[in-house]
């Protein structure tokens, strides 16, 4: 997810950390565990342990976000499921199931999760090593791994029965829901803002129809259902230190039924550009084709076939509408006061609406040179 204000809950995770840390069976005594990552949602701490033999273990341990997500138990549920189906294909094809799918170690008692005595849901997974992290693509290279990386998801998972995952959050890619919401919002005008932003709001108004392209595509049967990831930017793929291979998608917790093109049009909407997403000065922000182009050819490349020409032919249509959608995000949360994204100085998510809604204008002006990437991409 776009870095988000989630607010805290009332207890500190560190309050119940011995308790979680003793309801898990790390397999050797723990000696250690500190706050890990730069994410924004859930509270991570690496879990340190020492085997009896030399060397150290390590794990991931997580408190679930209860602001973020209502139901831990669904967002386990999915992921369950998925790491366990994951794991199957990968074992099936020869590959390492310990480095490239995640893995959920259960509690003592044989649970997939535990609650402690506040009510906070916990997870662990076993630490991948080797592996690197990025926050941005500093090559073109790097974005084509994860562009890679995620088109293999999409081809593993192909044959899970996306319409058995729960929504854990509802409606997130519902592009007419999100311009309704706007609506509500520009008619609330709670904080008097709308009256200086006239041109986002016609901006986003004048594109009602586009709001509903692909959902018309997904009712009407031309693009299907697939298990999707709803957060594919570049951090959320482990690469391989020494091959710079992306060999594991993480961040499971939005996994749920989606369609294909917007993995990929989240992926562009953040990577395939040189901007700041709060950048005010809008005449850097623009599309860059040749990452387009090379992100494009790698997510093809890992899906290996299993997309449908209709897919292939809307995911332009992905890139588009993704960044339409985020940006109508940024301005019905700049209308209603700045609540939900996290914010560093005055108008910052109506510059990040100018910023995504610039890039929108670009993908319109350059849509035959997107759509000939695509083409060229897929061999047509």
């Excluded at 991931?60 to 999915?78: C, E, T």
């Excluded at 999100?178 to 986003?204: M, N, Q, T, W, Y």
């Excluded at 093809?300 to 292939?312: D, H, M, R, S, Y």
């Excluded at 890139?319 to 019905?332: D, S």
Aim: aromatic share 8%; with cysteine.
């Amino acid at each position: 997810m776009t870095k988000e204000f989630i607010p805290a809950v009332t207890a500190s995770a560190e309050q119940s950390l011995h308790e979680a840390l003793a309801a898990f069976d790390f397999g050797a005594p723990v000696v250690g565990a500190a706050r890990y990552g730069h994410g924004h949602v859930n509270d991570t701490f690496c879990v340190h342990t020492q085997p009896p033999e030399d060397g150290c273990g390590c794990f991931i341990l997580q408190r679930i976000s209860a602001a973020a997500f209502k139901r831990p138990d669904q967002v386990m549920a999915n992921i369950i499921g998925v790491t366990e189906y994951l794991g199957k294909k990968i074992e099936a094809a020869g590959g390492d199931r310990s480095r490239e799918a995640l893995k959920v170690l259960r509690t003592r008692d044989g649970q997939i999760s535990y609650t402690d005595s506040l009510g906070g849901v916990w997870r662990v997974f076993p630490f991948i090593r080797d592996v690197r992290c990025y926050q941005s693509a500093e090559t073109p290279e790097l974005f084509a791994a994860s562009g890679r990386a995620f088109g293999r998801f999409q081809r593993l998972l192909d044959g899970y029965p996306a319409g058995t995952l729960y929504e854990t959050i509802p409606h997130f890619h519902d592009t007419e829901d999100r311009l309704a919401k706007l609506k509500a919002a520009v008619a609330a005008d709670p904080l008097g803002r709308a009256g200086h932003c006239g041109a986002e709001i016609s901006f986003a108004l004048e594109r009602e129809k586009d709001c509903s392209v692909a959902l018309d595509a997904q009712r009407r049967g031309v693009l299907p259902l697939r298990v999707t990831h709803n957060d594919t930017k570049l951090n959320n793929v482990l690469i391989d230190k020494t091959s710079g291979r992306g060999i594991c998608v993480i961040d499971l917790d939005t996994v749920m039924p989606g369609l294909s093109i917007n993995d990929f049009g989240d992926s562009i909407r953040f990577g395939a550009n040189h901007c700041a997403e709060d950048e005010t000065d809008l005449s850097r922000v623009s599309v860059d084709l040749e990452l387009f182009a090379r992100y494009t050819s790698a997510f093809l490349e890992g899906a290996g076939g299993i997309l449908t020409p209709a897919e292939i032919e809307y995911l332009p249509w992905g890139a588009r509408l993704m960044t339409l959608e985020c940006g109508i995000r940024f301005l019905t949360d700049y209308l209603e006061g700045d609540v939900y994204f996290r914010t560093s100085r005055p108008g910052q998510n109506l510059d990040r609406t100018r910023t995504q809604f610039k890039l929108v204008a670009d993908m319109e002006d350059r849509w035959e040179e997107l759509a000939a990437a695509v083409r060229a991409a897929a061999g047509r």
